[in-house]
């Protein structure tokens, strides 16, 4: 079943914020660490953005350093994403992403266990 779903992508002007969000249907989502992860067409996977079920977070800290805010609200079991100051070079799908009964920021994309389908941002005027 579809545990992770992401929305609030779209077409954004660049300069301008968005906000994505990923809803889980998972029941331990209170005691797994999520993540943000983003793809461009033809290139790898990237890191974006982590919150563990602590609320310590970790950000990217080369291309988006100081433009995310990651929240998550356990009793809603949503995690959102806040893009400020959007280049064309952000468009990318975005996928939330669960590390199951992790405590701490998982180091890498492999801990991560589950993953939703992806939303699309796409950032041009």
């Known amino acids: 079943q579809v545990q992770l779903v992401e929305s609030g992508g779209g077409w954004v002007q660049p300069g301008g914020p968005v906000r994505l969000s990923c809803t889980a249907s998972?029941?331990?989502?209170?005691?797994?660490?999520m993540g943000w992860f983003r793809q461009a067409p033809g290139k790898e996977r990237e890191f974006v953005a982590a919150?563990?079920?602590?609320?310590?977070?970790?950000y990217n800290s080369d291309s988006m350093r100081g433009r995310l805010i990651i929240s998550r609200d356990n009793a809603k079991k949503t995690v959102s994403l806040e893009i400020y100051s959007l280049k064309p070079e952000d468009t990318a799908v975005y996928y939330c992403?669960?590390?199951?009964?992790?405590?701490?920021?998982?180091?890498?994309?492999?801990?991560?266990?589950?993953w939703g389908q992806g939303t699309l941002l796409s950032v041009s005027s």
């Open positions: 992403a669960a590390a199951s009964d992790y405590a701490n920021i998982p180091p890498s994309a492999q801990f991560y266990d589950v």
């Open positions: 998972r029941p331990t989502f209170s005691n797994d660490a």
């Open positions: 919150i563990s079920r602590t609320g310590i977070k970790k």
